[in-house]
């Protein structure tokens, strides 16, 4: 295990860092896949600056953590620790027309919390499992909703220089699935503006989109939501589709039966298992199309 010094564990014991030894990431992602590692929680983001500076002197990798919905994590003992930002509340402020979320908040609750004020705009994201961290980090999106057209304010911690900032969008870009941050910065909350709107009629459409949810996404099997980005003009999901891959395996990892784009853990896949499934698909997509699929799915397989 990483976190062994016992000058190191006193010291994050110190600034109130809560540790989960030998953490099987498994059972941390929605793909159930990932070897063991230990975790690190940490709710007060100023000592933030503190934790990063110990395990930097240490020198102790981390991956930032959310609700590990969309990663595939790598097998055996990772050289890297876990780290998640524990929960502080409140972790939904309404402001009028304009929420203020925690990164920590659940996506789905802060939806909820804002249809029960009257606020709308969310609907489309409704059913999309994770954090509001990573929904931000990713730039989630479905049913023509796209959490980063909503920001108006990211609040973030930037290891680099070490202190909090919030900017405005124009300094912070949204794309396609991804969110223009670099990998040392960690994303505290955001402030989006949303539309008021009769809470009835925002939950009937969220009840719409988990209607469609749950009939085009297999969501009683583990998975990372879409392996590939759609291409300009094309569907991941009907290229993959069109190569009858539905149902196409690599031991436990297998393409969905019911959406050619979510490959499925059917047991004990293993992430060497399912690299291996994404490559063969992507290689057969491109032998046929001449189209390069990219990962949506975030790899921490190193
Ligand atoms: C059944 C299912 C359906 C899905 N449907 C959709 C969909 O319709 N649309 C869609 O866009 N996605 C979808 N996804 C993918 C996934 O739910 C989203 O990408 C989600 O927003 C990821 O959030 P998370 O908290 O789980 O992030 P994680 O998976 O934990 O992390 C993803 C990335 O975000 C980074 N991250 C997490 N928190 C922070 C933070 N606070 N600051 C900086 N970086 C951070 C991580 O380091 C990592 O790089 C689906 C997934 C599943 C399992």
């Known amino acids: 295990m990483l976190l062994t010094d016992p000058k190191l564990l006193g010291a994050l014991a110190e600034l109130q860092v809560e540790r989960k030894p030998a953490v099987r990431m498994a059972s941390w ?7 063991t590692t230990d975790m690190l929680t940490v709710c007060e983001r100023r000592h933030l600056g503190a934790v990063f500076h110990l395990l930097r002197a240490h020198g102790i990798r981390h991956r930032l953590l959310g609700g590990g919905t969309n990663l595939l994590v790598g097998d055996g003992e990772l050289p890297w620790v876990a780290l998640r930002l524990g929960r502080v509340e409140p972790t939904v402020r309404i402001e009028g027309n304009c929420v203020w979320v925690d990164a920590a908040e659940d996506l789905g609750r802060a939806i909820t919390t804002c249809a029960k004020a009257n606020l709308g705009g969310l609907e489309g994201l409704a059913g999309l499992p994770g954090t509001v961290g990573g ?3 990713m730039n989630a999106g479905a049913y023509d909703t796209e959490i980063g057209k909503l920001v108006r304010e990211v609040v973030v911690y930037r290891a680099v220089h070490g202190r ?9 870009r949204f794309q396609y699935r991804r969110a223009c941050v670099s990998t040392c910065d960690i994303l505290l909350g955001a402030r989006l503006e949303l539309v008021e709107r009769p809470c009835r009629e925002i939950l009937d459409r969220i009840y719409v989109c988990n209607f469609n949810r749950r009939a085009s996404q297999p969501l009683s099997e583990k998975s990372a939501g879409c392996v590939f980005k759609n291409p300009a003009g094309a569907s991941a999901g009907r290229l993959i589709d069109a190569m009858g891959l539905k149902g196409f395996r690599v031991g436990g990892a297998m393409v969905s039966d019911i959406h050619a784009n979510f490959f499925v853990n059917r047991g004990r896949a293993t992430c060497a298992e399912m690299q291996q499934l994404i490559e063969e698909v992507r290689e057969r997509v491109w032998s046929a199309f001449h189209i390069e699929l990219e990962e949506e799915i975030v790899l921490w397989v190193n």
């Open 29 to 35: 992602t929605s793909l159930g896949i990932g070897g």
């Open 135 to 137: 929904a931000l980090r």
């Open 164 to 172: 909090i900032d919030t900017l405005p969008t124009d300094q912070f």
